[in-house]
């Protein structure tokens, strides 16, 4: 579990300082087109909304309420892997083994 902890609060951090630069340095309006127009930027994106609708899923079935499923779920598609490191930062500290990470929160 230290390990989870671990790399998820890494990535909190990560995601944090690269978020926070990316808002202050670049424009996300202009930028964010020419990203898109190549190939690999749609490749990425379509990575990410996978990797949401996967993460989604997996909440879902283990969140025990709609309303907290469908507020991680908005933050997912709002704050990308940020909030996906903050929720398994979270559930990992809920959690008292791996195998309790994994089961639905009941």
Known sequence: MAAIRTISALGVVAMTIALFIGFTSGDFSGEGGEILDLIWGRITLIDLYVGVALLSA?????????AVSGAWIVAFVVL??????????LASLRADSVEELFKPVR
Request: charged share 15%; hydrophobic share 55%; proline share 5%.
């Open 80 to 89: 990308g892997h940020l909030a996906t490191a903050l929720y398994v930062l």
């Open 58 to 66: 997996f909440v879902v079935w283990r969140e025990r309420s709609p």
